[in-house]
């Protein structure tokens, strides 16, 4: 307390004040000195203990405020009574909750990241184990066929290993908040059009029928590109799921109050207890396809949500996976 100089300049003008009061009181009588000198005492005592009380209840704000510093997790700021450390209570509580929050949400990024970086590793290992083997075959086979065959099968992994890449980097871009999509207005029906055009001659070669009923007056804002990468895993995943002959039906619908994009494919459709973890990152189901990674759905989820739709999957009432895409007004 003494330490402050605000408070030693008060408790020196004190002092001086209280000595010239003194020395005018006892002039004046013996009585008139002794009640100078209680008051004087008095309202001194009284002036100690509760700047004491004070500085006793700063400390300990300060104390509890080095506990948040230091991450305690069990921190409890006692309520003071109205007035100035009150409020300052009240603003530290309010740090304390935000803090906490941070920390919080540091730490489950923290675990996310561990755990994408041991699925990114074990999704890379596994192909540039492949390309180790292969190589060392190329090198010791003579045979001019096995070894045309085993490029082949190199150069196939190493497209698996860029399309992981590249769609971890949308992801990482996705979720740094760098990327900026352009909101135009969109056909719906063009965009649909558009999505299933890369799948062309694997539609043809696995004889699966693409059924569209989008009205062509349906439109929506948003990215075109990002919108229709969301699309294409969406089909994509249709595709291998249905495997050979089958139909993936897609429905455009609008309301005052959404514009809707429904996707149904006719193939076995999910397990129940897949349904929950469908759009998790490298999640692939007990079903899933050996050359897929599990992150077409959670991107899809990722470009949908940052333009302000929704996603959900289900199965159907008929049979196969229902995909529902809705973009609010």
Request: net charge negative; proline share 2%.
């Amino acid at each position: 307390m003494f330490r402050n100089r605000e408070f030693r300049r008060f408790t020196g003008l004190f002092l001086l004040i209280s000595g010239i009061l003194l020395l005018i009181g006892f002039n004046l009588s013996r009585a008139s000195g002794l009640l100078m000198m209680s008051a004087v005492v008095l309202f001194g005592g009284l002036f100690y203990s509760f700047t004491k009380l004070r500085y006793q209840k700063i400390a300990q704000l300060a104390d509890e405020i080095d506990l948040v510093l230091h991450n305690e997790d069990h921190l409890l700021i006692e309520e003071l009574d109205e007035g100035e450390l009150s409020i300052l209570q009240s603003e530290i509580a309010k740090m304390t909750l935000r803090i906490r929050e941070q920390n919080t949400a540091l730490k489950k990024e923290k675990e996310n990241l561990a755990d994408s970086l041991a699925d990114i590793a074990h999704q890379l290992r596994t192909p540039l184990t492949s390309v180790n083997l292969l190589l060392s075959l190329v090198q010791a086979t003579t045979d001019e066929k096995e070894r045309k065959r085993n490029m082949r099968e190199i150069e196939e992994l190493l497209l698996r290993m860029d399309s992981l890449i590249t769609a971890l980097l949308k992801l990482s871009r996705l979720d740094a908040g760098v990327v900026t999509f352009q909101k135009t207005s969109l056909n719906l029906a063009e965009l649909a059009a558009a999505s299933i055009r890369p799948f062309s001659v694997s539609l043809d070669l696995h004889e699966v029928q693409v059924e569209t009923a989008i009205s062509p007056s349906i439109t929506i804002y948003g990215d075109r590109i990002w919108l229709s990468e969301a699309l294409q895993n969406l089909l994509r995943n249709c595709i291998e799921s249905i495997g050979e002959k089958g139909t993936i039906a897609i429905n455009g619908t609008d309301n005052p109050l959404f514009t809707e994009i429904m996707i149904h494919d006719s193939g076995k459709g999910f397990e129940a207890t897949e349904l929950p973890r469908l759009f998790e990152r490298f999640y692939r189901g007990e079903g899933g396809s050996e050359t897929g990674f599990g992150i077409g759905l959670s991107l899809s989820k990722a470009i949908i949500h940052r333009q302000g739709g929704t996603i959900t999957a289900k199965n159907h009432p008929n049979g196969g996976a229902l995909f529902t895409i809705r973009f609010p007004k």
